[in-house]
Each structure stands twice: as C-alpha cells, then as structure tokens.
C-alpha cells in the first residue's frame, strides 16, 4: 500500500485543482500573486485564476465609472499576461448568484472572455 499525504493531493493535477480568486484590483492581484509563487514553491501549480466582480465585464459604458473600468482592464491584462494561463472573469451583478438556478444562469450566461478586451 502507498502512503498518499495531503500535500500530493494538492499537487496532483488530476486529483486537486486550485483556483485563486481575486477582484480586478492592485492590491487583491498583487496579493494573489504572491500566493501563487508560494504555491509554486510548494510545487503545486494553480489551475486558473478567477477576477469576480468585475465592472468592466457588465460592458458598462457610464461616464462615471469610465476610470474605474479602465483601472480594472488594466489588473486583468496583467493577470492574463504575467500571471494565467487562465482567466475566469465574473461581471459585477445586482443580485448575489446563490444557489443553483442564479449560478447556472451566471454560467450560461458566461460571455465573459468576449466581453472583456
């Protein structure tokens, strides 16, 4: 019999995936990217990076959040370019997507990759 710690879980591909969620922010990229260059040195490599709450993937085009917009288009080119392999990006919604019906809707709906330049 072979003795399977924690620690080869997580760094078995086929078994763990590791996702690490940020918002579209300095510091929270910033922050995630140190967590994954720990990872890295513990030889687990992370599966993808989600960016949630976006205002840039609602295509919001409102004069007031252009600068926000702007900002957040900038931390996801950095994150797809130093950072992913893959990006995940969850727009900004009224409503908190809880539960089945909300996160299957959100995931149909789920254009994010086209909407985001």
Same mark, same amino acid.
């Given at each position: 019999?072979?003795?399977?710690?924690?620690?080869?879980?997580?760094?078995?591909?086929?078994?763990?995936?590791?996702?690490?969620?940020?918002?579209?922010?300095?510091?929270?990229?910033?922050?995630? =990217?140190?967590?994954? #260059?720990?990872?890295?040195?513990?030889?687990? $490599? /992370?599966? &993808?990076?989600?960016?949630?709450?976006? !205002? *840039?993937?609602?295509?919001?085009?409102?004069?007031?959040?252009?600068?926000?917009?702007?900002?957040?288009?900038?931390?996801?080119e950095?994150?797809?370019?130093?950072? =992913?392999?893959?990006? #995940?990006?969850?727009?900004?919604?009224?409503? $908190? /997507?809880? &539960?089945?019906?909300?996160?299957?809707? !959100? *995931?149909?709906?789920?254009e994010?990759?086209?909407?985001?330049?």
């Amino acid at each position: 019999m072979r003795l399977v710690t924690p620690l080869m879980r997580l760094r078995d591909p086929d078994y763990t995936r590791i996702l690490l969620v940020t918002l579209a922010e300095t510091t929270p990229v910033s922050e995630a =990217a140190r967590l994954q #260059a720990d990872l890295r040195r513990a030889q687990i $490599e /992370p599966f &993808g990076w989600v960016i949630n709450g976006s !205002l *840039a993937a609602t295509g919001s085009a409102d004069p007031c959040l252009k600068q926000r917009v702007a900002a957040e288009l900038e931390q996801i080119e950095a994150v797809r370019a130093r950072h =992913a392999k893959r990006v #995940a990006i969850v727009p900004w919604v009224t409503e $908190e /997507p809880a &539960g089945p019906a909300r996160l299957l809707a !959100l *995931a149909r709906g789920n254009e994010l990759q086209r909407r985001v330049p």
